[in-house]
Structure formats: structure tokens, C-alpha cells
């Protein structure tokens, strides 16, 4: 794919984070441009691909935008905005009176994500990305790490849609329109590991966390989960025995939180005690 040549003085700087920075639009508002930091080329370039295969699936997500460079050689995405959108999340700590409503329309997206098939050839395996997660981990000890693989080897295959990073302010809504976001870590595999980064948002974080992060207080944060669980499983099954399956995929999180963290989480890690 080749980038479309753009100049930085078409654009204000409004943020920036670990890989690059955002700008806006100075005359659309609807436009918005995410720019990695210098020699970082391959990495838009893979997003982008990505996001137009899962795309191209018919999973709601925004169209993909367009592949560009600026005129010092810096690469990254222009897109264009969904105006008026609110998160999952966000919603829920403005409207709490709703919580069980947009629990029931975030189940049902997520039901439907996980209903969708892949073609393996175009994503990755979720249980191959733990067992890269898991090998490259410090804090683990080797007989830990026996148990998590052979944990993780032996959770059922199957070849169905995975956000692979299912929080509720990773999904948004404007009217009737709703849409995942954030699909960097999108893959294949069983919708546990998903589930399990719903789970952690709403039980396993802590109360600083959730508030900052989610916009809600952490009683709110539960709700949702006790108002989502019973939409995507099921009304006939007890929440304490889901919650009892979901947990251990809650606590492989940690491996994602201890890489990007560089030291142990014992707090998630207690969800593991199943397996450790």
C-alpha cells in the first residue's frame, strides 16, 4: 500500500502517547490524524491492513481511513471521525440509570463479534499470542508457566472473531449506530479470552482505576457485569458459576499488564489460583 503524501501544516497537535502523536483537523472536524513517531513505518502500515480485513468482515467497526507520510518521512493513518459518538462506558458514568440497558446492548455486540467466522490464514491465533505473552513474562516462575500452557493449550479451538482487547470503552454509539474501536489486537480463538478483559474492567480493577479510566464508580462497574452476564449467557445460568469460568481468563490478563507494566501484578494473579 502506498501512503498518501500530506502536510503537518494542514493539522494541529492535540496528544500523543507511547508510539506517536494525534492531531486534529484545523478546518474538518470530522478529520483526525494518528502520526508514529520517526522510523516507525511498518507499524501503521500493519494497522491499517488489519483494520481493513476485519473490516471487510462486516464487524461494525469505522471504516479505515488512509495510509499516509508527512513531508519529514513520518508515517500513520488519517481518519475520519464518527461525530457525536459516546463509549460504552463513558454512557454507563453519565447515565447510570441505564447501566442494565447498555450492558444488554454491549452483550449483544459482543455476541454477535463472536458468532463471526474467520479465515485463520488472516489473523492470529489468540492461544499462539498467550503463548508468546506468557514465554517473553520475567515474573513467572517455570513451574508457573508450565501450568498457564498447558492451561491455555488446552482451552477449545475454534476459528471465531476476537477483539482481543474487549473493554466497554472499546465500544461506541451515536443514534442507532454502534461500532467496535481500537481493533489492533484482533484475532481468532474462544471468546473466554475476551470475556475475560470484561470481567477484569468491571471486578478485578480497582477503584481509582475504574473511576479514572471508565468514568464510573466501581459499584457501577460491577452492575454492568452482573446486568451483561446474564445477556450474553444466558439467564439460566447463576452468575457465581460463570464468574467461576471466567476468572482464570480475567487473570491471564495479567500477562498483558505485567508486560506493559514491567513488574508482577499479584492482584490479578489471584484470579489464576485455579491453575496455579
Given at each position: 500500500?502506498?501512503?498518501?503524501?500530506?502536510?503537518?501544516?494542514?493539522?494541529?497537535?492535540?496528544g500523543?502517547?507511547?508510539?506517536?502523536?494525534?492531531?486534529?483537523?484545523?478546518?474538518?472536524?470530522?478529520?483526525?490524524?494518528?502520526?508514529?513517531?520517526?522510523?516507525?513505518?511498518q507499524q501503521?502500515?500493519?494497522?491499517?491492513?488489519?483494520?481493513?480485513?476485519?473490516?471487510?468482515?462486516?464487524?461494525?467497526?469505522?471504516?479505515?481511513?488512509?495510509?499516509?507520510v508527512?513531508?519529514?518521512?513520518?508515517?500513520?493513518?488519517?481518519?475520519?471521525?464518527?461525530?457525536?459518538?459516546?463509549?460504552?462506558?463513558?454512557?454507563?458514568?453519565?447515565?447510570?440509570?441505564?447501566?442494565?440497558?447498555?450492558?444488554?446492548?454491549?452483550?449483544?455486540?459482543?455476541?454477535?463479534?463472536?458468532?463471526?467466522?474467520?479465515?485463520?490464514?488472516?489473523?492470529?491465533?489468540?492461544?499462539?499470542?498467550?503463548?508468546?505473552?506468557?514465554?517473553?513474562?520475567?515474573?513467572?516462575?517455570?513451574?508457573?508457566?508450565?501450568?498457564?500452557?498447558?492451561?491455555i493449550?488446552?482451552?477449545?479451538?475454534?476459528?471465531?472473531?476476537?477483539?482481543?482487547?474487549?473493554?466497554?470503552?472499546?465500544?461506541?454509539?451515536?443514534?442507532?449506530?454502534?461500532?467496535?474501536?481500537?481493533?489492533?489486537?484482533?484475532?481468532?480463538?474462544?471468546?473466554?479470552?475476551?470475556?475475560?478483559?470484561v470481567?477484569?474492567?468491571?471486578?478485578?480493577?480497582?477503584?481509582?482505576?475504574?473511576?479514572?479510566?471508565?468514568?464510573?464508580?466501581k459499584?457501577?462497574?460491577?452492575?454492568?457485569?452482573?446486568?451483561?452476564?446474564?445477556?450474553?449467557?444466558?439467564?439460566?445460568?447463576?452468575l457465581?458459576?460463570?464468574?467461576?469460568?471466567?476468572?482464570?481468563?480475567?487473570?491471564?490478563?495479567?500477562?498483558?499488564?505485567?508486560?506493559?507494566?514491567?513488574?508482577?501484578?499479584?492482584?490479578?494473579?489471584?484470579?489464576?489460583?485455579?491453575?496455579?
Amino acid at each position: 500500500m502506498e501512503a498518501i503524501k500530506i502536510s503537518l501544516d494542514d493539522y494541529v497537535l492535540f496528544g500523543g502517547g507511547a508510539n506517536g502523536e494525534s492531531y486534529d483537523h484545523k478546518k474538518d472536524p470530522s478529520v483526525m490524524l494518528k502520526l508514529y513517531f520517526p522510523g516507525k513505518i511498518q507499524q501503521p502500515l500493519d494497522e491499517m491492513l488489519l483494520a481493513r480485513k476485519v473490516y471487510e468482515l462486516g464487524i461494525p467497526t469505522p471504516e479505515p481511513g488512509e495510509y499516509v507520510v508527512t513531508e519529514d518521512g513520518r508515517y500513520g493513518i488519517r481518519f475520519h471521525r464518527i461525530l457525536g459518538k459516546k463509549s460504552y462506558s463513558r454512557a454507563v458514568g453519565d447515565n447510570p440509570e441505564k447501566v442494565e440497558q447498555y450492558a444488554a446492548e454491549f452483550a449483544q455486540m459482543c455476541l454477535e463479534l463472536h458468532a463471526t467466522e474467520v479465515n485463520p490464514a488472516d489473523f492470529e491465533d489468540v492461544k499462539v499470542r498467550y503463548h508468546k505473552l506468557l514465554e517473553a513474562n520475567k515474573f513467572f516462575t517455570v513451574k508457573e508457566k508450565d501450568k498457564l500452557s498447558k492451561f491455555i493449550s488446552e482451552v477449545p479451538d475454534t476459528t471465531k472473531a476476537i477483539h482481543g482487547d474487549l473493554q466497554y470503552s472499546n465500544a461506541i454509539f451515536v443514534g442507532d449506530k454502534r461500532y467496535f474501536i481500537d481493533l489492533g489486537d484482533f484475532c481468532y480463538g474462544n471468546n473466554m479470552f475476551d470475556l475475560g478483559m470484561v470481567y477484569l474492567c468491571c471486578y478485578l480493577s480497582d477503584e481509582d482505576f475504574i473511576s479514572q479510566t471508565y468514568h464510573m464508580p466501581k459499584s457501577l462497574a460491577m452492575k454492568f457485569w452482573d446486568s451483561f452476564a446474564p445477556v450474553y449467557f444466558g439467564k439460566d445460568i447463576p452468575l457465581k458459576e460463570i464468574e467461576e469460568q471466567i476468572r482464570p481468563y480475567a487473570g491471564l490478563k495479567t500477562l498483558i499488564i505485567e508486560r506493559d507494566t514491567q513488574r508482577p501484578m499479584p492482584e490479578f494473579r489471584a484470579a489464576l489460583s485455579t491453575i496455579l
